[in-house]
């Protein structure tokens, strides 16, 4: 068995989802070139240096729809993070545009949120879609003057990041998300704030056996528990993986050397059974007579 470590950076990849950063290809020719003796390959994620630069507000969650006097409307929040006071502020600068008086209050015993409209002339209809409406609490589509969604307010955002790779995927990898299939090669928790670094060390030296016995380039994806591209908002992270290469032995037996203590317990063995096989001949001729 032999052993190769990669160390990636990606501002040296080709990035396929821009200033997400989240998308890339690595062009590294002959990692491991394809070869009849190799048996199989092993991976692992050595260790990551991941910034949490990403949004909780982000282009997938920054638009809330609502119906309101037989109107489509449409709030585009700014992708940035979120405290429960900037969040409701925004909200109701954002209706305020578009012609609503809404006071927002913030439940300290539920987390729920109460949105109570003073000058509507119809009820609104929050339009449920999957934007801002699942961390304001909505699970539905909901219609009144007086608001209240059937969740607490979650401005948690993500939880763990999920590094994926087609090149790399194992046979060993298993993810209730069909997105993800078995290419996640590690599930790094989050556990630092916003603009700080993540980083991490296989301690438990998990290898994962490789569906692909060569390697000439590596496409990296990082994802989140929701199978969604992070947005790493062009800020760039080191990944170092181990590939471990196991190769088939051809032997020779004319090359083979047999102790010379096994030759000799082999050759009393011999001996043994001929004195056994003539004391037999002797016993069938005496029961012959």
Known sequence: ??????????????KLNGEYNSNLIFSIPNIVD???????????????????????????????SYIYNNSVFTITLTNGNYTGTTMITELTNKFSDNGLVVVI????????????????????QFTYNNGLMPILGFTQT????????QLPMNLLGIQKINICSGNLSTLSSFSS?????????????????????????????HFGRMKSRFLSNIDIQLYDEKSAFLEMNGIDFTLSFVIR????????????II???????????????????????????LSLK
Request: net charge negative; hydrophobic share 40%.
């Open 259 to 285: 102790p010379k203590e096994e030759i000799k317990e082999e050759k009393k063995i011999k001996e043994e059974d001929k004195e056994e096989e003539v004391k037999d001949k002797e016993l069938e001729l």
């Open 34 to 64: 394809e070869n009849p003796d190799i048996s199989y390959l092993e991976v692992s994620l050595d260790s990551a240096t991941i910034p949490v630069s990403w949004y909780l507000i982000n282009d997938l969650t920054n638009s809330l």
């Open 105 to 124: 209050t913030l439940s300290q015993i539920t987390g729920l949120l109460l949105f109570k409209f003073s000058n509507a002339i119809t009820p609104i």
């Open 1 to 14: 068995m032999e052993s190769r470590l990669i160390t990636l950076y990606s501002k040296d990849a080709l």
């Open 177 to 205: 998300s069909p997105a993800l299939s078995n290419q996640v090669i590690q599930s790094i928790p989050i556990d630092m704030p916003s603009f700080h670094q993540i980083t991490y060390l296989d301690k438990a030296n």
């Open 245 to 256: 290469i196991f190769r088939k032995y051809r032997v020779s037996h004319d090359n083979i």
């Open 142 to 149: 909901t219609v009144g003057v007086a608001v209240v969604p």
